[in-house]
């Protein structure tokens, strides 16, 4: 009964301070992009100065048309959006089938296989950046798209299997047993039921790997020479001092970020898939 109680006074408790912890962690996140987007639309006025005001006094358009007009913002948005593209198309091309095949392995096997897969994670970018830079520039990839697409593809093939392998094991074997049953082959019944019951997890992965590499800053820097990508274009502000310019940059890199993950959120919900395989 005393059990019950508590349980009772926890329960409302947790329901009183819900939404006020939502809203709190929510300022959290949002204010830094807040301040972002108010330092590349306000005038210096307002932000070199010792007591920065919170909201916007002294609105301008001048450090955007100032970063649109450079002439260097368009190049390096689009290797970019290319790199990361091609990317997440070619991570999912390799990954899906390699992750379905995981998937079905006996349970030890499969357990000793994801190890080696996180075992290729265990080192920093930073370390194995350069070995991959002097490789590269033998095969004469460096600053190349292709070049930093396999670049990224090192870092994101392990991730994204590890997702799609999660994704795989909760699709029951039965049904493509099912689909054979009644006459199926096994590749129709791989591309009729697995694959499209697996798609909330596939587009998930993709959303993942296409932000990891929008973001991704160590192998753009080693491999780009004459062509920067965004985040390097933003590191290159953050160095000259230019916070204004730092701050439009920084900007615009989150503007496709927040598209893209509008276009995928759907598939964010946690229980899609479950839903999906009843």
């Given at each position: 009964m005393m059990s019950s109680v508590k349980k009772d006074?926890?329960?409302?408790?947790?329901?009183?301070?819900?939404?006020?912890?939502?809203?709190?962690?929510?300022?959290?996140?949002?204010?830094?992009?807040?301040?972002?987007?108010?330092?590349s639309i306000s005038?210096?006025?307002?932000?070199?100065?010792?007591?920065?005001?919170?909201?916007?006094?002294?609105?301008t358009w001048d450090h955007w048309i100032k970063v649109l007009t450079s002439g260097k913002l368009w190049p390096a948005f689009r290797k970019s959006f290319t790199v990361a593209t091609l990317t997440a198309i070619f991570a999912i091309i390799i990954a899906?089938?390699?992750?379905?095949?995981?998937?079905?392995?006996?349970?030890?096997?499969?357990?000793v296989v994801i190890l080696g897969l996180f075992f290729t994670r265990m080192f920093p970018n930073v370390g194995i950046a350069l070995p991959i830079a002097v490789k590269f520039l033998k095969w004469n990839l460096m600053d190349t798209y292709i070049?930093?697409?396999?670049?990224?593809?090192?870092?994101?093939?392990?991730?994204?299997?590890?997702?799609?392998?999660?994704?795989?094991?909760?699709?029951?074997?039965?049904?493509?047993?099912?689909?054979?049953?009644?006459?199926?082959?096994?590749?129709?019944?791989?591309?009729?039921?697995?694959?499209?019951?697996?798609?909330p997890g596939i587009a998930v992965a993709t959303l993942f790997v296409w932000l990891n590499s929008w973001n991704e800053f160590t192998y753009a820097l080693y491999l780009s020479l004459s062509e920067n990508t965004l985040p390097l274009q933003v590191y290159y502000y953050v160095n000259r001092g230019g916070f204004f310019q730092t701050a439009t940059y920084a900007t615009i890199l989150t503007i496709p970020v927040a598209v893209v993950t509008y276009a995928l959120q759907r598939y964010l919900k946690s229980d899609y898939l479950g839903g999906a395989i009843k």
């Open positions: 006074r926890l329960g409302k408790i947790i329901d009183a301070s819900f939404f006020p912890l939502l809203i709190f962690f929510s300022l959290i996140m949002l204010i830094p992009v807040y301040i972002l987007v108010k330092v005038q210096p006025v307002d932000v070199l100065t010792q007591h920065p005001t919170f909201l916007i006094r002294n609105f899906t089938p390699a992750s379905y095949v995981i998937s079905r392995l006996p349970k030890k096997v499969k357990y070049g930093l697409v396999l670049a990224h593809l090192i870092e994101q093939l392990p991730f994204i299997t590890w997702i799609l392998v999660g994704t795989f094991e909760v699709i029951p074997v039965d049904l493509e047993k099912s689909a054979m049953i009644d006459g199926a082959s096994r590749l129709r019944a791989l591309m009729s039921i697995v694959i499209p019951n697996a798609a």
